[in-house]
């Protein structure tokens, strides 16, 4: 009984004890491994001059041809860079160039480490499954968030050599925070799935189906859903169609970033937004040979942001719980 009693005391002595010094030192272990993961990622798996250069020419080609094609001579004052080319560059962009760019960069993170056995060689080390994810999201945020930056300070370098419009700061910044948005959705999105599926083309298939249909196939739909019902309203507002339309909500986004960096959408964009549930047209009574282009309002753009949060937590979680019971061999 007495020996046992000891043991327990020898145990209990050769028990660390917890200091501010401790705790510094084992944060500073973990942030080490997450660099190192990080440094891996961004340099390795993520990085080559060409492709980052061939990225950066994809997504500026569009905007920079739509703006070189613009006739100098009608700019004045009161030209608008993002009235020229705000929609062509969140549309091109934004949302279909650097999702592309995304997914296909990202899809293999996880799942080809996998299949290829070099994951059981970054969990035989001291390192977690938590700080392996955490250390390859970083770094797969950090790379689109520099492509993005790039990409958008030659499209306003450019613009101001065209033309030195007044609003090139503002259209940075909401073109900017609407890019992180998008970063943060596809690339959550890819690594949660690169965690579930074991082949990349499986974890690349599924967000770019839903690409395809959140730009193109509703972007083609949804004009036909706005035609009114029998009852006077829409079909997208009869079926609330607007609640599981990404698309809608991504806009709906931009819009709210537009009118609180800059000022109220001009009439040039409006029918740009028509195809994107964010307007309707509406006739007078009187004169019904007039156009109306009315807000619709369907959703509060903080409920846009809330949802499209949610589901990439939701998609995120269940990833790394699946993740974390993998069986690596």
């Excluded at 004890?17 to 491994?33: A, D, P, V």
């Excluded at 994810?133 to 689109?144: H, V």
């Excluded at 609407?178 to 298939?205: C, D, E, P, Q, R």
């Excluded at 004169?287 to 009315?294: L, M």
Aim: charged share 15%; with cysteine.
């Amino acid at each position: 009984m007495e020996a046992k009693s000891e043991t327990v005391s020898i145990k209990a002595e050769a028990k660390p004890k917890f200091t501010i010094s401790n705790l510094f030192n084992s944060l500073k272990e973990h942030l080490n491994l997450l660099l190192t993961v990080f440094k891996k990622t961004l340099f390795i798996d993520l990085f080559s001059r060409w492709k980052f250069i061939f990225g950066i020419i994809f997504m500026i080609i569009l905007p920079i041809v739509w703006l070189l094609s613009q006739d100098a001579s009608i700019l004045n004052d009161q030209s608008s860079l993002n009235e020229l080319i705000g929609m062509v560059h969140i549309f091109f962009t934004y949302m279909t160039v650097l999702p592309f760019l995304l997914i296909y960069s990202s899809a293999s993170l996880i799942s080809e480490e996998i299949k290829m056995g070099t994951m059981l060689l970054l969990v035989s080390k001291p390192i977690s499954r938590g700080e392996i994810m955490w250390g390859k999201y970083t770094a797969l945020l950090f790379y689109n968030l520099i492509l993005s930056v790039v990409s958008l300070g030659i499209v306003c370098l450019i613009a101001f050599l065209k033309y030195p419009f007044n609003d090139i700061i503002p259209f940075f910044w909401t073109q900017f925070i609407f890019s992180l948005i998008v970063i943060v959705f596809y690339g959550t999105l890819t690594m949660g799935l690169s965690m579930v599926f074991k082949n990349a083309k499986t974890t690349a298939v599924i967000p770019l189906m839903l690409l395809l249909i959140m730009i193109f196939l509703f972007f083609i739909v949804r004009p036909f859903l706005m035609m009114p019902t029998p009852n006077g309203d829409t079909y997208y507002e009869a079926f609330q169609v607007y609640n599981y339309d990404l698309g809608y909500h991504f806009i709906n986004l931009y819009v709210w970033l537009y009118e609180t960096f800059i000022s109220q959408l001009p009439e040039g964009m409006t029918w740009w937004l028509l195809s994107w549930g964010i307007y309707t047209v509406e006739y007078d009574e009187l004169f019904p040979e007039f156009e109306i282009y009315a807000k619709t309002h369907y959703q509060p753009p903080q409920i846009s942001l809330l949802i499209i949060l949610i589901f990439t937590v939701i998609i995120i979680l269940l990833g790394f719980i699946i993740y974390k019971r993998r069986d690596i061999n």
